[in-house]
């Protein structure tokens, strides 16, 4: 068999996507422009098309979740079925502020699969998010802010902030029921100052020094830098897909009735896009921000840093990693050294369900399932989730990230796996791994995890 290839040709090779460009591309480009059209009987192709070699356009990922939103029956489907999953509450829940938020949200959303399917698709979807977001969000939220329901939580956090202007401290020394633990960190507390700045005595100081509005304000601004940073051509806001996020049951109940997950959500998402730009600074701040809130962040410290070090060299990671080591140590070291009992017992010993008083989490996940056998239960339910995070860890180790989908994804899988694996537990925790799949792949218009070949201007 003869080849065609012409003699001495090399094909040159990229950093993450292999071939660069096509030897009909690199030797065309070398030839002189002429003006007019070529002289008979020569071709523009300097030689004949090899074997396997496409020579059309790359196409757009038909499964872009952009695309796939913009159908209208998907669109109706995912309105049904989030007003089957709130309908279900006022059945199934014996807290009655979920029992509320699922009295005003199905409605909602039904009313949002109509207007999906009757109007003009120009303005169908806004007006159908418009509607989830009043629905499901903002009147059920303004109504329990109002009369000042939440869940426990958000009481939690701001009695952590009270403790910590008149006291020094976060954590009660010596808790007796369930509602005297804090789980977080001393950076929660934060959430908490509004309402110590503002009291409670009028509506409007009800409504603005509530923990959750503070959460969820925490969680936009975070997931609207995100896309900022990861879009490629930054023509378009995010604003429909950030409402019909929020408007999903997935961040709509935890943001009416507690929310104190979101920020961490927020910051997550923000701190992967940071590193894939090179924002070394802001993303160690961003970082240290989520390692001083709660400890389940920690991981993405060093899923972050590997991404760095993979796209931009040692210098940029170590920068990272010393800034976020640094200031959440810099946070938690007055806890450590004045409660650190205190801080052992309620951050780490109450959530994995290993104090005399049970956590109140307890989704009928697998971890939770193992534990209810008793100590050996409980026992292997933390051998497997040990296990499972140290695969992860590997699988970090051997395939560092090259993008921030990808370390978003890595991290969204260690976080899920602790989540389910963990002895005690919430379906609500896995809102933070679904919106690092989702998000970051939203915001950068692709589905695949691998770098884009052509750098995007800074």
């Keep these: 068999m003869v080849s065609t290839r012409t003699p001495g040709f090399s094909r040159p090779r990229g950093r993450f996507t292999g071939r660069a460009r096509t030897p009909a591309q690199s030797i065309g480009a070398e030839l002189p422009a002429r003006s007019g059209r070529p002289p008979a009987g020569s071709s523009t192709r300097p030689f004949p098309r090899q074997r396997g070699e496409n020579t059309f ?33 006022p059945l199934v829940s014996d807290l009655a502020n979920q029992r509320l938020w699922g ?46 329901r939440h869940q426990s939580e958000v009481m939690v956090v701001e009695r952590s902030a009270h403790l910590m202007l008149t006291t020094g401290d976060v954590y009660l020394a010596h808790p007796v029921v369930v509602t005297d633990y ?18 409670s ?79 070394t600074v802001a993303a160690g701040l961003v970082l240290a921000l989520a390692c001083s809130l709660k400890w389940t962040a920690w991981p993405a410290l060093p899923v972050a840093v590997l ?30 050294l004045t409660q650190p009992e205190a801080l052992r017992d309620q951050v780490v010993r109450f959530p994995l369900g290993m104090t005399a008083i049970r956590t109140p989490a307890g989704s009928p996940l697998p971890g939770k399932v193992l534990a209810g056998f008793g100590p050996t239960g409980h026992t292997v339910s933390l051998a497997l989730m040990t296990l499972a995070l140290i695969g992860v ?24 796996i602790a989540f389910m694996l963990a002895p005690a537990g919430r379906f609500g925790y896995l809102a933070l791994p679904a919106v690092l799949v989702i998000w970051p792949r939203l915001a950068a218009r692709r589905w695949s995890s691998r770098r884009p070949a052509t750098p995007w201007p800074a």
């Design 307 to 336: 991404l760095l070090w993979r796209l931009y060299g040692r210098r940029p990671a170590a920068r990272t990693a010393l800034i976020g080591v640094g200031v959440s140590a810099a946070v938690l070291l007055p806890s450590v």
């Design 182 to 199: 804090n789980p977080y960190l001393p950076a929660m507390s934060l959430f908490g100052l509004p309402r110590q700045l503002l009291g």
């Design 393 to 416: 860890a590997i699988w970090l180790v051997a395939r560092p990230p090259v993008s921030a989908i990808a370390a978003a994804d890595l991290l969204a899988a260690g976080l899920a």
């Design 201 to 279: 005595s009028t509506a409007f100081a009800r409504v603005a020094g509530d923990a959750r509005i503070w959460f969820a304000l925490t969680f936009v601004v975070c997931l609207l830098a995100a896309w900022r940073l990861l879009r490629p051509d930054r023509d378009r806001a995010p604003l429909l897909p950030l409402a019909v996020l929020t408007a999903s049951p997935l961040i709509a109940l935890a943001l009416v009735v507690g929310g104190v997950d979101l920020p961490l959500i927020g910051v997550c998402c923000l701190a992967m896009a940071l590193a894939e730009r090179d924002r």
């Design 103 to 148: 009295l005003v949200a199905a409605p909602a959303y039904v009313v949002a699969g109509l207007l999906c399917l009757t109007l003009p698709r120009r303005f169908a979807a806004e007006a159908a998010a418009v509607v989830a977001l009043l629905g499901a969000v903002l009147a059920p939220l303004g109504l329990l802010a109002v009369t000042g």
């Design 57 to 89: 356009p790359p196409t757009p990922d038909r499964w872009n979740p952009a695309r796939i939103a913009s159908l209208r029956w998907v669109q109706l489907l995912g309105c049904l079925i989030a007003a089957g999953w709130a309908a279900a509450f």
